[in-house]
């Protein structure tokens, strides 16, 4: 019998027309011989599906069902594409979770914990990853520009706290642009985060645990043309990736241990990708993205083709394994 799977998407962030990409991505990768797929818009307080006709119905949150043509269709698990909140802050985890559906993320203490970068970063810290000196200002807390800069030098990063998107975000380069640049964070979290300039090679490692297996995929180096991956990296083609990166054995180990060891701490279940900047052979941790993208140009779909495993073989697993674990 076949699974019917709401396919989650949309969401509140800046991001969420990457997130309709992603989903389209993945109904297409998933197996129409297993699975009846419904594609939920979420925006705001409505959450709704598009028939092929064009024909809207709301999902009815009381029980996770949709009624077509007078039919009440019982929609079995939720795989969420949804970049911020509330797919990636463990708003909707906490949905699911009391309504008893399984779905394909991390559950909603992992999703809290992952979305708070500071936290994240403290979570992890026993691992043995190097993590970048670090401010952090709640909305509208006087900025002392000075003593900022004689803590984390220049030049600096400032991104919003928590936050599913690449807005937000800059590299500050002169004093006078510090002050612009937190308000700009603020303008997407109620906490603007302050980093210390890692200057190095980025890169992104996914893994996965499913039935058991570990799974690490190969590591992508991001070259941008921009100062940073942003969004103009992400999204307008002004960037290149390379996968597998050209990086020493020793520090494809090293990162591929420190991976999976990020993955175990904040159990987390699902696919997940992982994000480092590397200085010499020193890995620092950048973030931890639990819904990461999986539009066409997205770089767990790069990772899955280049280790010769498909989107469809990827979704079967993270399904069959999630839908257990209800």
Known sequence: MKLNIALMTGGDSSEWQIALKGAQTVQQALDPTRYNVYRIMLRGTRWWYTAPDGTETDLDRNDFTLTLQGEKIHLDYALIIIH?????????????????????????????????????????????????????????????????????????FVKPN???????????????????????????SDQALLEEFIEGREISCGVMIAGGKEYIFPITELICETEFFDYDAKYEGRSREVTPADLPASVVAQVNRLTLAAYKALNCRGVVRVDFIIKGETPYLIEINTIPGMSAQSIIPQQAAAMGTSLTELFNLIIEDTYTKA
């Open 84 to 156: 911020g909140t509330p797919g990636e802050d463990g708003h909707l985890q906490a949905y699911l979770d009391m309504m008893h559906i399984p779905y394909s993320s991390c559950g909603m203490v992992s999703s809290v914990l992952t979305f708070d970068k500071a936290a994240c970063k403290r979570a992890v810290a026993s691992t043995g990853v190097y993590l970048a000196r670090e401010v952090r200002l709640n909305r509208n807390a006087p900025i002392d520009t000075e003593a900022i800069i004689a803590q984390l030098g220049l030049p600096l």
């Open 162 to 188: 928590a936050s599913g998107s690449s807005f937000g975000v800059t590299k500050v380069k002169r004093s006078e642009e510090l002050v612009k640049a937190v308000h700009k964070a603020w303008e997407e």
